[in-house]
């Protein structure tokens, strides 16, 4: 069965830092890329970051600098690293899936995607 599960959120103060995972099941990193989309309230669905089946990495600029995507192909896990939060990166974060397209831009279609994690940044 095919899950792509986000965890990891929360809710922290600017400056701070959070850690996501994307657990995958069902579908392998050596032929899916992975990305990270965030939707906040009242603001258009935003890819942040996605890697490539080859490790190619992808950022937004509105997070570059700050997050930063890895993967662990043994685990099936790919995590968001985000540093120096700030109030406006709140949001639930989503990770998606696909096998033709790094996830990041809103031009396409992509094939699957997780339930989402709440992140809050605030003081």
């Known amino acids: 069965q095919l899950q792509l599960v986000e965890s990891g959120g929360g809710l922290v103060q600017p400056g701070e830092s959070l850690r996501l995972s994307c657990a995958v099941s069902?579908?392998?990193?050596?032929?899916?890329?992975i990305g990270w989309f965030r939707k906040a309230p009242g603001k258009e669905r935003e890819g942040i970051s996605c890697?490539?089946?080859?490790?190619?990495?992808t950022y937004s600029d509105s997070v570059r600098g700050r997050f930063t995507i890895s993967r662990d192909v043994a685990k099936n896990t790919v995590y968001l690293q985000m540093n120096s939060l700030k109030p406006e990166d709140t949001a639930v974060y989503y990770c998606?899936?696909?096998?033709?397209?790094?996830?990041?831009?809103?031009?396409?279609?992509?094939?699957?995607w997780g339930q989402g994690t709440q992140v809050t940044v605030s003081s």
């Open positions: 998606v899936a696909d096998d033709q397209w790094c996830p990041i831009s809103d031009k396409y279609v992509y094939a699957y």
């Open positions: 069902g579908l392998t990193l050596d032929r899916y890329a």
């Open positions: 890697i490539t089946t080859n490790g190619v990495r």
